[in-house]
Structures are given as structure tokens and as C-alpha cells.
């Protein structure tokens, strides 16, 4: 890769380029995060940079049409939902900029003896690196930059390649907000100068990605090796349980929502449909109906929900793992078909736990059904995968409900409901799901220097 391009997912048609940044950039890049982290940082207080980022808030509200026709065109998100993600990448600014100081107060600490006092002090550790996915191009990078820059960390960013428009839009709106040079800094980087150049260097101290398994795995080696702070939102393949409901109609929309989410690549979107024998008839007909009724169309019409895949490499793989799937004997009831980077809905039944399918994450709209026996089978099902990232839970008793939620092995439970993320809710997960947490008080203590202050008199 020695270029960021824009390829609409949906028409094929190629856009700008942006050149690679050459090595002495990173480094000069880098560099300002530091001298930014130096001068700017440590002189001012949680208070002026929650100010600084409610701005960042409020331009992304009035930009908000500009930013959603990036997205459109970068990676083929239906406009309605484009203009949601940049919506709620506001909310996620001002939260943080509203409950900052909150967050970062002084935590007193009751000394068991001795004279005098104690307290943790939350302070930055100073340059991170955040490494950002395409499906989410502007949310992905709120619940990093958002609390880091408010708690007093500076920002490198290496975005998608294949969203480098809205990277440069983000970074714009950073500086005119009135965050100083190096604050937060958009860098076109490679995944060797990554690698290479930015996570050794020993002014970064962090890093956090969003992304899939194997590029998680990697930076977290080289972190390791370099004594870095990691935080990782990998893959998932969450489970919708359902065990009992007094209306079928509802749990079947929130099923269809919970898969159609961003075209069906979202991370934690429902994936896996784990239903108690004697509803699964009923939920399977009316599943299947209700979300092969929605079509691929065009994301620039706000009447869209379902737009095309990312790119048209996205949906070839998508199409090898169903065949894949059906070869190794699982029934295709409903099928989708593939034009171009379009791919409709698709639900599998019978995956056996022997084939392939039965743990990948399946990255666009295949939903996989599966009957269960009774409450302990549907656990054992919905735990038996590589990740833990999010789940969703319907049922009417309110005892099952927590005494299910305490056996799922993932970082958030939904119960009765989908579609429930929000600014305040701590988010990510378990196992190859990845570690730490965003948004919410925590995802401003990842990382801070939680430093302890003793005073004797």
C-alpha cells in the first residue's frame, strides 16, 4: 500500500488519494504529539480541554451532513445511519467534556493509620496511538480521542486506508476547535511504520485498536515487546438468546436490528440466534420473512437501510465463507444473492459445532439459527466461540434473566432489548474479544497514571 483511496463500495468508482506519509513524517508527527503533550497538556486544566472538546461536539453537529456524505461514499453506510454515527460521536464528545472533571477528581484514600492524607490524582501518560476500523469512521474514533484528549493525552491517529477523507475531516475539526498542533494529528501511516516507527518509539505510550483478531494480535506483540499499554476491540460473534417472550413480533425486530446494524458489520451485532425449541418455529419463519424483506439499495437515499458491504473484497469473502458453510453441511434457508458489493440477507440452520462456521464471525448480513433444549444448552451454545464481545437476552423472568447474564461469557449484556449502546455505557469485551474498556467513567482510565499523592503533614 503506498497510497489512502477512496473506492465507493457502491459504484466502484474511484476518488481521491492521499500519499502514504514517508517515514520522517511519522517521526516529525510523533514528535508534535509530544512537544503538544509537553506545552499544552500538562499547562492546562481538565476544565479548558472539556471546553475545547464540547466545540468538538458542536462541529460535528453543524458539519454533520458534509461528514455523513464522506462515510457514504468511503465505505457505503446508508445516509440515514451515517448521519446517526456522526450524531452520536457528538454525544460521545460532549459527554466527556460535560463529565470530565467528574471522572478525573481527586479519589481520597482513608489511611488505615498514620498521620496526614492520601489521594489518587488521575494524570495523562502522554502520546497514544489509536488505530481505527472502517465501519464505524467517526464513532470508532470518539471513544478514544474523546476522554484521551480531556484527561490530557495527545493523539495519533492512523485511520482505515480506506476512509482517509473523514480522517482529515476529524483532524480539521480538532484544530479549528482550537486544540494545538500535535494535539490530535491525522497520520496516513502503514501498518510497518506502525509497527516500526511509531509504536517503539519511547515518547508513545499507548496504544488502542479496533479492528480484527489478527491485527490485534500484532499490535499487541510489538506492544509487548516494547512495554506499551494496549487496549484491543477485536471481533465477535455475540449471541441473541431467546428463552421466552410475550410478544414474538417485538423480539423478531429487535433480531432483525441487532443483525442489519451498519449492513451487518458491526462488531457486536447479534450473530448467532440461539432460540428454545418451543418458540423456534415461530421465531425462525418470522425472522427469516422479516429479514430477507429488507434489499441492498442505494446509501445515498434516506429511505436506504440496508446498503452495500464495505468494499467488493468484503463481500467475495463473505460469499467464500457461506459456501464454505453449506460444504460442510449447513441447510442455507433463506439465500442471499451478491451484485457486486450488495449482498442481501441470508439465514443458516443446521451448523454443525464441527464445521467452520459454527465459530467465524460472519462480517455482513448471514444470521446463523440455532434450537436449544433448555437454558443450560443455550448458554453452553452462545459460550462456545472464540469471542466475547456483546450478547443480547429476551425473556420474560426477571430471575433467568440475571442468572443467564452471570453465565454469558462476554463484556455486555442486553436484555430485552437492541440497539442500547450509549455514551455512558462502558463498552467492550472477554477472551479473543480483546481487553480494557471504552466509553462510560472507564473508558477515561484506560489510560491515565492513576497516581497516588501521600502527604504526612
Known amino acids: 500500500m503506498n497510497k489512502y483511496t477512496v473506492t465507493n463500495p457502491a459504484t466502484g468508482d474511484s476518488g481521491p488519494s492521499f500519499t502514504l506519509a514517508t517515514d520522517a513524517e511519522v517521526t516529525e508527527a510523533i514528535g508534535a504529539a509530544d512537544r503538544a503533550h509537553s506545552e499544552f497538556s500538562r499547562r492546562t486544566s481538565v476544565a479548558e480541554r472539556a471546553a475545547l472538546m ?42 466527556y467534556a460535560t463529565h470530565g472533571e467528574a471522572f478525573l477528581a481527586d479519589e481520597p484514600i482513608e489511611l488505615l493509620g498514620g498521620e496526614g492524607s492520601a489521594f489518587i490524582r488521575s494524570a495523562s501518560l502522554g502520546v497514544l496511538v489509536g488505530i481505527m476500523p472502517w465501519n464505524f469512521p467517526y464513532y470508532q474514533v470518539a471513544r478514544f480521542a474523546g476522554p484521551n484528549l480531556v484527561l490530557g493525552n495527545t493523539i495519533l491517529l492512523k485511520h482505515a486506508s480506506q476512509c482517509p477523507e473523514s480522517a482529515a475531516a476529524i483532524e480539521a475539526i480538532f484544530t479549528d476547535a482550537g486544540f494545538p498542533d500535535g494535539a ?193 444448552e443455550a448458554v453452553q451454545v452462545a459460550n462456545d466461540v472464540p469471542y466475547g464481545l456483546g450478547s443480547y437476552l429476551f425473556t420474560t423472568d426477571p430471575e433467568q434473566a440475571l442468572r443467564v447474564a452471570d453465565q454469558i461469557d462476554a463484556g455486555m449484556v442486553f436484555i430485552n432489548g437492541s440497539l442500547l449502546d450509549g455514551a455512558e455505557l462502558p463498552f467492550g469485551g472477554v477472551k479473543r474479544s480483546g481487553f480494557g474498556r471504552e466509553l462510560g467513567r472507564f473508558g477515561i482510565a484506560e489510560f491515565a497514571n492513576k497516581k497516588l499523592i501521600r502527604i504526612l503533614r
Open 54 to 95: 464540547q466545540r468538538v461536539a458542536h462541529l460535528h453537529t453543524e458539519r454533520r451532513e458534509n461528514l455523513a456524505e464522506l462515510i457514504v461514499r468511503e465505505m457505503g453506510k446508508p445516509v440515514a445511519q451515517a448521519l446517526g454515527e456522526v450524531d452520536f460521536a457528538a454525544d460521545i464528545y460532549s459527554y
Open 184 to 376: 490530535y494529528r491525522n497520520v496516513y501511516a502503514s501498518s510497518a511504520q506502525i509497527s516500526d516507527i511509531i509504536i517503539p518509539d519511547p515518547r508513545v505510550c499507548g496504544v488502542s485498536l479496533t479492528g480484527s483478531e489478527g491485527a490485534g494480535a500484532a499490535v499487541a506483540e510489538v506492544a509487548g515487546r516494547n512495554l506499551k499499554k494496549v487496549v484491543l476491540e477485536l471481533g465477535g460473534s455475540d449471541p441473541f438468546i431467546l428463552l421466552s417472550t410475550d410478544n414474538m413480533d417485538e423480539a423478531v425486530d429487535a433480531a432483525v436490528d441487532a443483525r442489519l446494524d451498519n449492513s451487518g458489520q458491526s462488531c457486536n451485532a447479534a450473530k448467532r440466534f440461539i432460540v428454545i425449541d418451543g418458540l423456534y418455529d415461530a421465531f425462525l419463519a418470522s425472522f427469516t420473512a422479516k429479514i430477507t424483506g429488507n434489499v441492498p439499495g442505494d446509501p445515498t437515499s434516506p429511505d436506504t437501510t440496508l446498503g452495500p458491504l464495505s468494499s467488493l473484497g468484503a463481500a467475495e469473502g463473505l460469499e467464500e465463507q457461506l459456501q464454505r458453510a453449506e460444504a460442510q453441511g449447513a441447510t442455507v434457508t433463506a439465500r442471499g444473492n451478491r451484485m457486486g458489493a450488495f449482498f442481501s440477507p441470508t439465514v443458516l440452520t443446521d451448523v454443525s459445532p464441527q464445521s467452520d462456521a459454527y465459530r467465524e464471525e460472519f462480517f455482513g448480513p448471514v444470521a446463523a439459527v440455532y434450537r436449544v433444549a433448555n437454558e443450560a
